[in-house]
Nanobody
C-alpha cells in the first residue's frame, strides 16, 4: 500500500515536501517513482528512486524536484521548490520490484499506486 501526503495550496515560488508512506512490502527492494497529472493532461513522470539508490529525474524537472527515500521508515519523499502554477496537479507515488532503468518514466512499469495528493499553486 502507498499513501501520499503533504499536498496543499501553495503560493508561486514556495516549496513543498510530499511524502509516500509504504507498507506491505520491503521498500529497500523496490523502486518508487513520483508521477503527476494535471487536469486535462496525461500522467507524467517526475522522478524515481531505485532500490540501488539511483535517482532518475525528468529533464524538465531537474533542479526543482528532489526525490529521496528512508528505507528504515518505509518512506519516500519528493521535495519541490520554486513552485509554479503549472506544477498544479495530483501527485502520485508508484512502486515496482522490477525496474528497467530506461523505462523508469513509464507508468505501465509500476504495479502499486497511491491515491494521490493534490498540489495547487496559486496566489
Amino acid at each position: 500500500q502507498l499513501v501520499e501526503s503533504g499536498g496543499g495550496l501553495v503560493q508561486p515560488g514556495g516549496s513543498l515536501r510530499l511524502s509516500c508512506a509504504t507498507s506491505g512490502f520491503t521498500l529497500a527492494h523496490y523502486a518508487v517513482a513520483w508521477f503527476r497529472q494535471a487536469p486535462g493532461k496525461e500522467r507524467e513522470a517526475v522522478s524515481c528512486t531505485s532500490s540501488d539508490g539511483s535517482v532518475y529525474t525528468a529533464v524538465s524537472q531537474k533542479g526543482r524536484f528532489t526525490t529521496s527515500r528512508d528505507n528504515a521508515n518505509n518512506m519516500v519523499f519528493l521535495q519541490i521548490s520554486s513552485l509554479r502554477p503549472d506544477d498544479t496537479a495530483v501527485y502520485y507515488c508508484a512502486a515496482t520490484a522490477y525496474l528497467w532503468r530506461d523505462k523508469w518514466n513509464l507508468a505501465s512499469e509500476y504495479n502499486y499506486w497511491g491515491q494521490g495528493t493534490q498540489v495547487t499553486v496559486s496566489s
